[in-house]
């Protein structure tokens, strides 16, 4: 390990830069959210259509994830990073000058593409620049405050931005950010050699891993419109599955697989992922119908929703940057994420017996303060465990796996929560309850859902996951039973 201060000083500025990208990306999942009825006025989107402003994203998003950690593995993470960042850079330009319906939702299918490229390897990069624990723990700390905190920052710019300019603004401001980022990054973060193409060109794999991963979210943010159990749904979520079969397969009998299936030997690394399935499921789809709730029973303005989950940013902030790192050396990874899904159901507890005429300091304060401090507490453990089975040529692979379960658990979480919220309100709607009342039970359900999805987590961390301790000597991590 290089020892001394202008590298240690280089290794964290690296990491701030990574951060700065990582954040762009992650607050323009949320942040186009708020500014989406002053789009569908603008450019005269039709209610179906609109909704492709923001699956177009998350279809190119979630879909190229797995594949992009991989190149980042084959050709080098910081070039990988690079040509994410320019291509996410470019598409938030287009973005913001778009004309019509069509050329903004084209857009946010490139500006998806490049925001998986980016993202996919930073983890990676992150792991391989620390390798020393206690550092790896304090900057994965910084890392998951971004990855964490960037949704609920999102939703406060996205509101002040519509509101004070326009929602051209949303996607410009990534230009700037973009372009220091991208500078910095060439100046900054250490380039690595990567293994080079002909140790993973399995061209077929890759073709049937994006066909089955952007097929399985187009098929789950579809399911809020068709129905679960609507031939639709079903029969394309069949073929998803069909397709996922068939890269397994592939996998198996590749000479040179894109993803080889030795990366789930590691307990930590599946089981982790499993766990980030069930807990973003829960937490997305909470942090949606929350923002729904707000708006609709309590009449918050789009500034008044960002301000409601700033809580959530700064315990956080609290939490995974200053805390998390002594914590996970004390008590352990293990024992740390399984502490932070407690909170986290505490929270969302608390969020169930929210009532019509609601009021912030106690109602919905008691409910996103745990919400802060068990996602501050369980993210940079969960980060650890899920990297600490990967050997450093499959960083990025394994850095891709991470992003590419949190967006399907997200996309999943999100469209079960919705669909079985809207259709609970509208059984009441026609038996003649009253509107709010209506909704605000649509909610609570919905929030029970998400309770027992982080419940579904917390059972996971308990039976599934070993804790990871570090030989002081030999410097690497031994699974503690």
Known sequence: MNQGGPKTDSRWLALIVLCAGMLMIVLDQTIVNVALPAIEEDLKFGQAGLAWVVNAYLIAYGGLLLLAGRLGDLIGHKKVFLIGLGVFTVASL????????????????VQGAGGALA?????????????EPNEQRRAIGVFSFVAAAGASIGLLLGGVLTDAMSWHWIFFVNIPIGVVAAVAA??????????????GADVLGALLIVAAVMLGVYTIVKAEHHGFGSFHTLGLGAVALALLAGFVVRQRTAAKPLLPLRVFRSRNVTGANLVQISMVAGMFGLFFLGTLYMQLVLSYTPLQIGLAFMPVAGAIAVFSVSLSARLNSRFGE??????????MLVGMLVFTQVPVDGSYLTDILPAVAPLG??????????????????APEEAGLASGLVNTTA??????GLAVLATTSTAYTSGLLASGVGRLEALTSGFHLAFWISAALVAVALGLAVFVLRQVSVDREENQPVLVH
Request: hydrophobic share 55%; net charge positive; charged share 10%.
């Open 334 to 343: 293990r024992n740390m994420l399984i502490v932070g899904l407690v909170f």
């Open 407 to 412: 967006q399907v658990g997200g996309a999943l």
């Open 186 to 199: 060439v100046r900054l973060v250490p380039s690595s050699e990567g293994l080079g193409l002909r140790e």
């Open 94 to 109: 287009l973005c913001g000058v778009s004309f019509s319906s069509e050329m903004l939702i084209v857009s946010r299918f």
């Open 373 to 390: 401090i068990g996602l501050g507490l369980s993210f940079p453990a969960l980060m650890t465990l899920a990297m600490s089975g990967a």
């Open 119 to 131: 993202t996919s390897v930073t983890l990676g990069m992150v792991v391989t620049m620390f390798p």
